[in-house]
């Protein structure tokens, strides 16, 4: 009993003196099988299962040694240290100063906060934020018993400095599985957990046929904690250097990101050397309480700009000012708008500019009536240097009376009523004409909607439901008046998702007059994984005389197109979806949408079609494209990618695209061929090769290819 009492008071003894060392305020642990206390030497000796913590640091080891006198830890045997920010250091040996900030360890091991690897031969803690490590292999891939990591680098010393957050590395040799690739006598690269730091970024390189060889050597200047500043230098065999800049803020009120691009290039048939260039912008700030603000600002010196040098396909730039409201039954938007056409047809004096565009959405409900109602103010403001100018005002009011019959039909009744005032301006022909005419209109409609869901559980679960749908909408006739010019109301589309609804024009500027009933019948299955199929036909049935809807839209005639849509998913391997509109007597097929993807993950087939007949309201002539693409897997990370894209009126391809991609946790190498036919003015067809390597923590190298897996586009 007695040396059991000694060995326990020497214990006391012991954790005592380890916690009398720390300073006051600062609380240590220590937990093992046995604490021992040498008087004489000073040194308390914990064995089995020892476990250290003091100041965020945390020390476990099979045997520690902690010397009062020299104020130093020895610990041994599977020793693991992690320090306040996760990072773990592994060794069967370490020497540490007693605040465990400081010391050496031999035959080292670490894993950093984001599991990435260091093993060296010795390990120098100089500071708590300094490691110094000798004969390193750094990686952040997986790494197994029998094969070596996607990649690493070896290095004879690597410095961790956690203040700087930043690891620099001397002579080392940059490996891709176990192949030396590159030697350097100096590389660093931010810690791990660094988010941004000033410092050149990853190089992108690529081969154009109009540009020629191109290199961008990008520097990222962080400026502030919420502000930085990327410069983007394009090298160019074929033209001038191309300068780009970056700029972004961040404050308590909203963000701000400007890009501005130039150079001084050839330009046109002539080939003439002019400065090129643009800009693009943007803000979203909360600026007043429940207000959202912000502006878009994108302009091009030329057409063609933006195009030639792969920044975007755009054919019109947007530019807008606006303000912004949203609450649960309140919405508040206000803009004013610009707009720069990049189509050879376009006429910039005859695109107008909207000062002010103002839509506004009142809703609310009575309990009493068991009715929901909305008010929707608008404004517009349309002017142009040459031609129309527009301006109207529009308040719509509509109520709707939801009921469910004692047999399960959803009946929805409404009552709508819209007063639109116009001053015109101007005249599309004659530019002088600066007489003001004014033009009103009301416009009633009443609806009627109609629908009785049925739905039962099968065998293995699958649900099935079929649903009728039909609407009737009652408004007065003639009264879409010529003298008020068409602006909002052009790009009309019917299909399926419109076919019920009482107006299926996209603005206002145009009415859906007259009587119409409108049918359909849904009908679906669905498992316990995804949708089986779903099926959707409709057709709507025009009783009043109109000819508000030109050209081929579908809805010229009395009786409408048939519109619908397919989705076909019967097993895990394929996804089918079709949408189509065909004429009243199943003849004339008008548009056809048809996307397919099918295969194992492994091989996996994607196909497409698509149709569109003349559309005489929007401006679009007949169009015929197909599309295939393939991804095929030749090993878990390892996969071949191509497709093509062909216009099959002309039989003319559009865009060819073939690569390989490879992919792991670490890894991802995408390299291939673009062929762009397509031609725009002094933007002419195109190949690109590209090869593009990002390699985790390090960023990503190569060129600016847009490559990547087809099949899930």
């Avoid at 913590?53 to 041994?76: F, I, P, Q």
Wanted: proline content about 4%.
């Amino acid at each position: 009993m007695r040396a059991r009492l000694g060995w326990l008071a020497g214990a006391c003894l012991a954790i005592s003196t380890v916690a009398a060392a720390a300073p006051e305020g600062e609380d240590v642990l220590l937990e093992a099988r046995e604490v021992v206390w040498d008087a004489e030497a000073e040194t308390a000796t914990a064995t089995g299962e020892v476990f250290l913590a003091r100041a965020g640091y945390t020390l476990s080891a099979e045997r520690v040694v902690y010397d009062r006198a020299a104020e130093t830890v020895r610990a041994e045997g599977e020793v693991v240290l992690v320090d306040p920010r996760g990072n773990a250091s592994f060794a069967e040996r370490m020497a540490l100063s007693g605040d465990l900030a400081t010391g050496f360890v031999e035959s080292v091991a670490l894993r950093l906060e984001d599991d990435s690897l260091m093993v060296a031969r010795r390990a120098d803690r100089e500071r708590d934020t300094l490691t110094t490590l000798r004969d390193v292999t750094y990686t952040p891939c997986p790494v197994c018993p029998d094969a070596a990591p996607t990649w690493q680098i070896d290095a004879e010393k690597v410095e961790h400095d956690q203040d700087d957050r930043v690891v620099r590395y001397r002579n080392a040799t940059f490996e891709i599985a176990g192949i030396p690739v590159l030697f350097t006598p100096f590389f660093s690269h931010p810690d791990p957990a660094v988010d941004r730091r000033s410092g050149f970024l990853a190089p992108t390189f690529t081969v154009d046929s109009e540009l020629g060889t191109t290199a961008e050597i990008p520097y990222h200047w962080a400026i502030a904690p919420n502000r930085d500043l990327t410069v983007r230098p394009t090298f160019t065999t074929e033209e001038n250097v191309l300068l780009a800049l970056d700029l972004r803020d961040l404050q308590s009120f909203g963000r701000t990101d400007v890009t501005v691009g130039g150079t001084y290039a050839s330009f046109g048939e002539s080939g003439e050397n002019r400065g090129r260039g643009h800009i693009d912008a943007s803000g979203r700030y909360r600026t007043f309480e429940e207000w959202d603000t912000g502006f878009d600002l994108r302009l091009t010196t030329d057409d063609t700009f933006l195009r030639r040098y792969g920044i975007s396909n755009a054919n019109v730039l947007d530019n807008r000012l606006f303000a912004r409201r949203v609450e649960n039954d309140r919405f508040v938007d206000v803009e004013a708008l610009g707009f720069q056409g990049l189509r050879p047809e376009d006429e910039q004096g005859r695109i107008p500019y909207a000062l002010p565009q103002l839509r506004s959405t009142f809703t609310g409900r009575s309990a009493a009536l068991g009715a929901a109602w909305e008010v929707r103010p608008d404004l517009l403001g349309l002017y142009r240097t040459e031609g129309v100018d527009t301006r109207r005002a529009s308040l719509a009011g509509a109520v709707r009376f939801p009921r469910v019959s004692p047999w399960g039909d959803l009946v929805t009744a409404g009552f709508s009523l819209r007063g639109d005032l116009y001053a015109v301006r101007g005249d599309a022909e004659a530019d002088a004409d600066d007489d003001v005419r004014w033009r009103a209109r009301l416009l009633p409609r009443a609806t009627l909607e109609w629908r009785r869901p049925y739905a039962r559980v099968g065998a293995g679960g699958v649900a099935y439901g079929i649903e009728p749908v039909a609407s009737v909408t009652a408004a007065p006739t003639g009264v879409n008046d010529d003298a008020i010019p068409n602006e909002d109301s052009l790009d009309l589309e019917f299909d399926e998702t419109n076919l019920l609804r009482a107006d299926r024009f996209t603005g206002l500027d145009r009415f859906d007059e007259g009587t119409k009933l409108s049918y359909g019948l849904r009908t679906s299955a669905t498992g316990a994984d995804r949708e089986l199929w779903s099926i959707f036909v409709g057709q709507s049935w025009r009783v009043s005389e109109t000819d508000v809807f030109e050209g081929v839209s579908g809805l010229e005639d009395d009786l409408s197109d048939v519109v619908g849509r397919v989705g076909v998913s019967p097993h895990p391997w394929v996804d089918a979806d079709y949408r189509f509109r065909v004429g009243a007597d199943l003849g004339d097929l008008s548009k056809s949408d048809l996307q397919v993807v099918a295969g194992p993950p492994r091989l996996r087939l994607a196909f497409g079609h698509l149709l569109l007949e003349d559309e005489t309201a929007g401006g679009f002539d007949r169009r015929e494209e197909g599309r295939a693409a393939l991804s095929l897997r030749l090993t878990d990370s390892w996969s071949v990618i191509a497709s093509t894209r062909r216009d099959l009126d002309s039989g003319e391809p559009i865009l060819d695209t073939y690569g390989l991609l490879y992919e792991d946790a670490c890894l991802t190498v995408v390299a291939g061929v673009e062929r762009d036919f397509t031609r725009d003015r002094d933007a002419l067809d195109s190949t690109t090769v590209a090869v593009r390597v990002g390699f985790r923590n390090l960023g990503e190298f190569g060129g600016t290819s847009a490559l990547g897996d087809p099949t899930r586009e």
